[in-house]
């Protein structure tokens, strides 16, 4: 019989142990699924104090940053961070000392990406090498830019060592680069019309519903001030001319 009730017992123990372990494993997962609204509402509760004291920032994309207590605020390429009460701002670039990582730079490259691909090929001039493609580059040009016409020079060696090369147009001389710019993108053979372009040789002149504001849009955006600016696959921006060799060393550094 004492055995019989010591058996009894351990039923008992065992079934309150798993009882209390069930209830303690719907707690967690309870907490768990209440752990990202609780995020959202943290984030929700930022870009309301943001628009109070900056009432355009409506687009602005905010998120945690890697700092405690600090907000990353994203309109364009353009960072800055918060306090929670959006009431300071710091502008500037955070870096990761242990992996020499700047962060900030990061998420510009993000941006940039995610803008560029937004615009499309079909609204670019695009120079693809007849083999495989190993890199893809998105240059911004002027088409009367010099230092853009040397670039153009090496169009021959970066379509050999399979780059892929992405014209958009940020007209910043004028109204002749504007028509210029026109002119190629309604050209019925685009890579021909900006070959004869950046040699200088008159192109025709053509009119259509071109592209042409988008590509503006998109330079404002990317915050790009001068050409050429080379923009590599991750969207990290090379401002300014660099020879073919030295970018295609770049690109292969850096795994793209």
Do not use: W
Request: glycine content about 6%; aromatic content about 6%.
């Amino acid at each position: 019989m004492g055995n019989v009730s010591r058996a009894l017992q351990l039923v008992l123990e065992t079934m309150v142990f798993m009882k209390t372990r069930l209830l303690t494993l719907t707690f967690m997962l309870g907490c768990m699924a209440l752990l990202p609204l609780a995020q959202a509402g943290e984030i929700d509760d930022v870009k309301q104090a943001l628009l109070k004291n900056l009432p355009n920032a409506s687009d602005a994309e905010v998120k945690k940053s890697e700092i405690p207590g600090l907000y990353q605020v994203m309109a364009g390429t353009q960072v800055l961070y918060v306090d929670k009460n959006a009431r300071y701002a710091i502008q500037g670039d955070i870096y990761d000392l242990k992996t020499h990582q700047n962060l900030t730079e990061s998420s510009r490259n993000s941006i940039r990406k995610k803008e560029i691909d937004a615009l499309g090929e079909k609204n670019m001039v695009v120079y693809t090498p007849k083999g495989k493609v190993k890199h893809t580059v998105t240059v911004v040009t002027d088409i009367y830019c010099p230092y853009c016409r040397k670039l153009h020079s090496e169009m021959s060696k970066y379509l050999a060592d399979g780059i892929k090369v992405r014209y958009v147009f940020a007209p910043f001389k004028g109204q002749k680069s504007v028509d210029a710019s026109i002119s190629v993108l309604c050209a019925k053979n685009r890579d021909k019309a900006m070959d004869m372009a950046k040699a200088g040789e008159p192109i025709e002149k053509k009119t259509c519903d071109s592209p042409i504001k988008k590509h503006q849009q998109l330079v404002q955006e990317l915050g790009v001030r001068g050409t050429p600016a080379i923009i590599l696959e991750n969207g990290y921006l090379n401002p300014g001319y660099m020879p073919e060799a030295s970018l295609k060393k770049q690109l292969v550094a850096m795994g793209l």
